[in-house]
C-alpha cells in the first residue's frame, strides 16, 4: 500500500521599510520555518515588503490563495506607520474596528492613563479573526482565515508562535540528508545531479560550494518527505561521489 504524503505549505511576509533599507536584519523568517518544520508545514515563498498598504494588501491575498497558511511579522504597534492590521481586513474585505477582548489584553500591560491613542490602535482586529496571544508586551497578534498576523520585533514574534501550535493541520514532515565533496567544483557534478534530480520528482537536491586557501568543494543536500527515497538518493549521491573523486 502507498502512503499518501500530504504536502501543506506557508508562505511568510515580511513587513517594514526597515527591512528593505538594511537598518534591521530579519531573523523572524529562520524562526518561522523552524517553528513550521516539526509541524509538517514547509515555507513555500517568503518576501519582503514595504510599508504600502496597496503592497501589503494585494500580497496578503494573493499568498492566501496561494498557501495553506501565511505569517506576516511587522506593522500591528502603535505608530502612524504600522498599517499591517488594516491591510489584512482590507485583503478580505472586513470591517476593522477597537476590539474589547484586544483592549483586555493591553490593560494587562499599561494603566488606564498610559492606554492613549496610539496605543489603542494596537486593539484594532479584523472583523472576525481570533486574537493570538502575546506574553511578552500583551499587545496580542491575530488570525484571519489562514493569515497569521504576528509582531515584526522577534522576541515578541517567538512568544506569540506559542499560540499557533494548535492551530495548524500539518502535513508530511520534510527531511533532509546531506553528502560532502572535497577537491571538485560545482560544474563537475552539475550534469549527472540533474540526473539524480530527474528521477525523484518528490526530492529537491541543491549544491553548495566552499572554499577556503587550501581546499575546495560541494555540500549536496536534498530534502524531501519520505525517508526512504532520501536514503536512495544519499545512495546516488554517494556514489556519485565516489566516481568524480576515483584517481
Same mark, same amino acid.
Do not use: W
Given at each position: 500500500?502507498?502512503?499518501?504524503?500530504?504536502?501543506?505549505?506557508?508562505?511568510?511576509?515580511?513587513?517594514?521599510?526597515?527591512?528593505?533599507?538594511?537598518?534591521?536584519?530579519?531573523?523572524?523568517?529562520?524562526?518561522?520555518?523552524?517553528?513550521?518544520?516539526?509541524?509538517?508545514?514547509?515555507?513555500?515563498?517568503?518576501?519582503?515588503?514595504?510599508?504600502?498598504? /496597496?503592497?501589503?494588501?494585494?500580497?496578503?491575498?494573493?499568498?492566501?490563495?496561494?498557501?495553506?497558511?501565511?505569517?506576516?511579522?511587522?506593522?500591528?504597534?502603535?505608530?502612524?506607520?504600522?498599517?499591517?492590521?488594516?491591510?489584512?481586513?482590507?485583503?478580505?474585505?472586513?470591517?476593522?474596528?477597537?476590539?474589547?477582548?484586544?483592549?483586555?489584553?493591553?490593560?494587562?500591560?499599561?494603566?488606564?492613563?498610559?492606554?492613549?491613542?496610539?496605543?489603542?490602535?494596537?486593539?484594532?482586529?479584523?472583523? +472576525?479573526?481570533?486574537?493570538?496571544?502575546?506574553?511578552?508586551?500583551?499587545?496580542? +497578534?491575530?488570525?484571519?482565515?489562514?493569515?497569521?498576523?504576528?509582531?515584526?520585533?522577534?522576541?515578541?514574534?517567538? +512568544?506569540?508562535?506559542?499560540?499557533?501550535?494548535?492551530?495548524?493541520?500539518?502535513?508530511?514532515?520534510?527531511?533532509?540528508?546531506?553528502?560532502?565533496?572535497?577537491?571538485?567544483?560545482?560544474?563537475? !557534478?552539475?550534469?549527472?545531479? !540533474?540526473?539524480?534530480?530527474?528521477?525523484?520528482?518528490?526530492?529537491?537536491?541543491?549544491?553548495?560550494?566552499?572554499?577556503? @586557501? /587550501?581546499?575546495?568543494?560541494?555540500?549536496?543536500?536534498?530534502?524531501?518527505? @519520505?525517508?526512504?527515497?532520501?536514503?536512495?538518493?544519499?545512495?546516488?549521491?554517494?556514489?556519485?561521489?565516489?566516481?568524480?573523486?576515483? +584517481?
Amino acid at each position: 500500500m502507498t502512503t499518501v504524503l500530504t504536502k501543506v505549505t506557508a508562505g511568510v511576509l515580511l513587513i517594514g521599510d526597515e527591512l528593505l533599507s538594511g537598518r534591521t536584519q530579519d531573523t523572524n523568517l529562520a524562526t518561522i520555518a523552524d517553528f513550521l518544520a516539526p509541524l509538517g508545514v514547509s515555507v513555500g515563498e517568503a518576501r519582503i515588503l514595504p510599508d504600502d498598504a /496597496a503592497i501589503i494588501t494585494r500580497t496578503v491575498r494573493d499568498f492566501s490563495d496561494r498557501f495553506d497558511y501565511v505569517f506576516t511579522t511587522g506593522g500591528i504597534g502603535p505608530t502612524h506607520d504600522d498599517i499591517t492590521a488594516d491591510c489584512i481586513a482590507a485583503a478580505f474585505d472586513l470591517t476593522i474596528a477597537e476590539r474589547a477582548d484586544a483592549l483586555a489584553s493591553l490593560r494587562e500591560r499599561y494603566a488606564e492613563g498610559e492606554l492613549n491613542a496610539a496605543r489603542r490602535r494596537m486593539a484594532r482586529i479584523p472583523d +472576525g479573526a481570533s486574537l493570538i496571544a502575546n506574553p511578552v508586551s500583551q499587545a496580542p +497578534g491575530f488570525q484571519t482565515r489562514n493569515v497569521f498576523t504576528l509582531a515584526g520585533v522577534p522576541q515578541i514574534m517567538r +512568544g506569540m508562535l506559542a499560540d499557533i501550535g494548535h492551530r495548524i493541520e500539518g502535513g508530511a514532515r520534510t527531511h533532509q540528508i546531506s553528502v560532502t565533496c572535497e577537491g571538485i567544483g560545482e560544474g563537475d !557534478a552539475a550534469e549527472p545531479l !540533474a540526473g539524480i534530480e530527474a528521477s525523484y520528482p518528490d526530492i529537491s537536491i541543491g549544491s553548495y560550494p566552499f572554499f577556503n @586557501d /587550501a581546499l575546495r568543494g560541494v555540500t549536496f543536500v536534498a530534502r524531501g518527505p @519520505d525517508q526512504e527515497q532520501l536514503a536512495r538518493v544519499k545512495a546516488d549521491l554517494e556514489r556519485l561521489v565516489a566516481r568524480l573523486t576515483d +584517481g
